[in-house]
């Protein structure tokens, strides 16, 4: 896609980015394996594990929807993104397989502590159920 | 090894790595399942002379870093911040050392907060990392 974060102004909706949290496949992602030491008491790779502590499914890992973001705006931004971006976030609400996440990223208006070398942005993720689960900010370099 | 310590023990200052670990095709094929669009950079050729290491493998690094010394039961992930320096290139090993660098508690839970550094086999700084990780759900 490759926009230019100097074409942008505040306001500007950065092209979201979303995905099926699909258990099978997120019990065996790095966050999730690094986690926890023992698969069958795992509240990230063992489904009936989580339910037992009263999950809908397992947690995915915080490094997982995160990276999420992240893949947002490589995939906006590319190179400026890969060399430079800055990413700061707040877990707000656990993500289980089975979710639908959506990550998202607006333009913001330039704050006087802003750096002036990048352009700020809002960050955030939302469920099926339009819940935010991620929330924070990102900073492209001009 | 030394045998692994809860993280309730860790202590503001503990060091933690050098962690050494290298970056395969096979690890990064692996990531990208997750994804179902992902990027082509990670699997043939960018910009930066070759595929890139995907984010999430990146993201997992303070994981790995304090995964050796300590174990937890749940951790949570609370907060992150990331800054991205240079791409990691698939195929070369990467070195993270990091510290503990607070511990507080908040309303009866526990939290610890790590940094990183990643650099890869050359020197190269690839990314510095942030994160905080409540230790006891």
Known sequence: ?142 | MAQKRPLEEAQVGEELGPIRYKVSEKLVKKSVELVDEPHPWYLSNSPFGGPIVPPLIIASDYIRAWSVKFFGEEPIHTKAEHHYINPAKVGKELIVTGKVTDRYNKRGRDYLVFETVTKDEDGLEIVRSKNTLLINL
Do not use: C, H
């Not at chain 1, 959506?102 to 939302?126: F, G, I, N, Q």
């Open chain 1, 1 to 142: 896609m490759n926009l230019k974060p100097e074409d942008l102004k505040a306001g500007s909706e950065i092209p979201s980015l979303t995905k099926d949290l699909v258990e099978e496949r997120l019990t065996q992602a790095d966050g999730s394996i690094l986690l926890d030491e023992d698969p069958e008491k795992s509240i990230y790779r063992n489904v009936e594990y989580a339910r037992q502590k009263g999950m809908p499914g397992v947690l995915i890992a915080g490094v997982v929807t995160m990276s999420l973001i992240s893949e947002m705006l490589q995939k906006a931004f590319g190179e400026r993104w890969v060399k430079g971006g800055k990413l700061s976030v707040t877990f707000i609400n656990m993500a289980f397989s089975g979710d639908v996440v959506t990550a998202k990223a607006v333009v913001k208006e330039r704050a006087p502590e802003d750096p002036p070398e990048y352009l700020p942005l809002e960050v955030w993720m939302e469920n099926q159920r339009g819940e935010k689960t991620i929330v924070g900010s990102a900073a492209v370099p001009l």
